[in-house]
């Protein structure tokens, strides 16, 4: 028998049951399956039994005898958070360029001035690879503070083969030497370079000819992501990308009408993208399309928050029957944090989610997004144990209490490791 572990007397086990083939929508989304008072069995990383302390000692008695035991009582187990869309490896900070939007600048004014993600372009270019994962891995460390157990890691500020690679392969190797899972997607058309902004194409042949396939060969990447915005990638430069990525196995995923409405929506379900994500400005008949596709929203409201912009729309988006995750958007120019649970406050506050539709935005919708929902996301049989623990005794506390980190342990892969 392997090692085994009991979390158990939880005030309730969320466990998210039940929305394992496809992601849930509209009143799915209200299901949280609760489990008062409820234990989770835990044997070689996995989960083995979850239910009361009477359902698993009758099944499993001689186990549970065994087992290390994790007492939870007056705490709320959840499964780990996932954040589906971040920009984890990037090099230094932009709170020079948050002055200036203070004082009435704009976010794509200052990107089109060459700052933006141009300068997080300049300062990871100069970044050796040790550094990139020394500021990354803090990052990961902090991402499991506060209750997150697998990331999406987007590339894009290297905006060349040598620099894009580069930021993948520490993705990859932080992936292998972190407890926390990382997800790459690749996102080397995150911006033209500042040099070739008044002519493009060459810049997205290299993106479809060069680096694409070699990103694929090398196995660096699942997804392809592309920033489709008015002065950034066209909705037909977008599309060759995403195509492109498709023939080489990497599943699209687009930045989507995030400062204006620009058809993003609409191609991401024309090309059959994994998720939209943003979606600030989607047009009604790109949520349309966009339901009618299976493509998830990815909603960031942590983005609107500090660029000041208007929410999306995550009631039309779920009562329309698009099936709605949450992120932080991690990045150091739109989005500089790493609490997925203010996130949760956001989308409750700011965007009208309820508290349930929040929680299953942070697991069960967010596994989906990055395609893991086989694996993690809820705390069902044989899944993998990633597992928060929270100081409070039920699941509203989660987005009631804002600006604060609840978390009072976390398991992953069966490990302790915060707590
Ligand atoms: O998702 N919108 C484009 N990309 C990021 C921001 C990147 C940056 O400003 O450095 C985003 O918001
Ligand atoms: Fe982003």
Known sequence: ????????????????????????????????NIIEHGSVLIQDGRILAVGTLEELTQEYGNVLAEAEVLDATGKTVTPGLIDPHTHLVHAGTRENEYAM??????????????????????????ADFDQLYEESKQRLDTFFQYGVTTVEAKSGYGLSLEHELK??????????????????????????PVDERDN????????IEEMIPEVARRKLADFNDVFCERGVFTPDQSRRILEAGKEYGLTPKIHADEIEPYGGAEL?????????????????????KMAANDVMGV?????????????ANARKMIDGGVPVALSTDANPGSSPTLSLQFIMNLGCLKMGMTPEEVLTATTINAAHAIGRADTIGSLEVGKQADIAIFDVPNYLMLSYNYGMNHVDGVVKGGELVVG
Do not use: C, W
């Open 167 to 192: 930021q993948l392969e520490v993705a990859a190797k932080l992936n292998k030497d972190h407890a926390m899972d990382i997800v790459s997607t690749f996102m080397g058309a995150h911006a033209v």
């Open 299 to 311: 909603l960031l409201p942590g983005t609107a928050f500090f660029l000041m912009a208007e929410y």
């Open 268 to 288: 991401a379900a024309e090309v059959g993208a994994i998720s939209a994500d943003h979606l600030l400005k989607a047009s009604d008949e790109g949520i349309r």
């Open 101 to 126: 939007r203070l004082k009435g600048k704009s976010y794509m004014e200052i990107m089109n001035a060459g700052g933006g993600i141009h300068a997080t372009t300049r300062a990871t270019r100069e």
């Open 200 to 207: 493009p194409e060459p810049f997205v042949s290299r993106v």
């Open 1 to 32: 028998m392997g090692k085994t572990l009991h979390i158990k007397n939880a005030a309730q086990v969320v466990t998210m049951a039940g929305h394992t083939e496809k992601p849930a929508r509209q009143k799915a989304m209200q299901e949280l």
